[in-house]
């Protein structure tokens, strides 16, 4: 592992370029941006996803991580904006549309929630096998585990339970945005990107089991986290979906590959972004109120129920689904 302050000085260079673009295709002006300025942002996006892999695994308390998370974010509505929906298009495009294109994904989308699962595992059995491992735990959470009341009334009421739960739907938010937009980066980020949070969850759920207290930490999680969740693997498969397009673009050139997959890819992943709004209402109302464990609970799985009733039955038919496949609405 290189030393940071070289990692730094030798890659903070493309690092200023890539935000000097930015700032200047801002404000529209990407539609009437030159080829080559284009051309040189995406070549820019995908050093600076792969110095972001690295920073997380080599640095990762260090705030040059949040600053290249920070770059990535801010330049993804400049590679990937869709074409502006029409409004009397958006009911069908939410009633059929988004369901057909998230078939289409499914692979992919599954591949990103095999991921998740896997980092969960992990950070499970690390926090099982190391108990030391709960460091990894953020304070204030740990201070609500060593009172045991993570998730009863009294503290949801009180300190504990908002500060989680906005630290889950921000950091979901964020997640979605990169999981996608490293995808460009032959999806290897995307990959890390899973991992690394499905790790986070497994050591705070390991973490609330050993202290007895696993269904008030999935109280806290469930009612708005199916949803969350969903979303992220949604973004983070259509991320996916553009790294396949890059590194297998059959008989097609990679750029051309890439255009062909990035229209479906960036309207999954708007669509899905919409579904935040819906877990928000339910992490506003519900997650922090007094309502029994067992029905926050029953909030999540019927939640859970009518999304992926939605997402796999709504406009199922072969002819359809292929058509999606192929890029036509």
Known sequence: MIPLESFVREREPAWRELRQIQLRLRGGRARRAALGDVDRLAALTRAVSTDFAIAARDYPGDRVVAELTQLLVQGQPLLYRAPPPRLRHLGGFFAVGLPRLF??????????????????????????????????????????????????????????????????????????????????????????????????????????HTAGLDAQFWALIVPHGVIELTVICTAAGAGLRLGDAWLRPGLQRRGAALAHAAGPAARLCAGAACLLVVAGLIEGFVTPSGLAVGVKLGVGAVSGLVLFGWLLGAGRGRAADSAVVAGRP
Do not use: K, M
Not at 115 to 130: I, T
Not at 146 to 151: E, P, S, T
Not at 165 to 181: D, E, K, T
């Open 103 to 208: 078939r289409a994904h499914g692979r992919y989308v599954g591949l990103a929630a095999f991921s998740l699962l896997v980092g969960a595992a992990a950070g499970w059995a690390a926090v099982a096998l190391r108990p030391d491992l709960t460091e990894l735990v953020p304070a204030s959470v740990r201070a609500g585990l060593a009172g045991h009341h993570l998730g009863n009334p009294a503290a949801l009421s009180g300190q504990l339970a908002s500060p989680l739960s906005a630290l889950i739907i921000q950091n979901n938010i964020r997640v979605a945005l990169l999981a996608f937009g490293l995808g460009l980066c032959a999806g290897v980020p995307t990959v890390l990107v899973l991992l690394v949070n499905g790790f986070q969850l497994g050591t705070l759920a390991e973490a609330s």
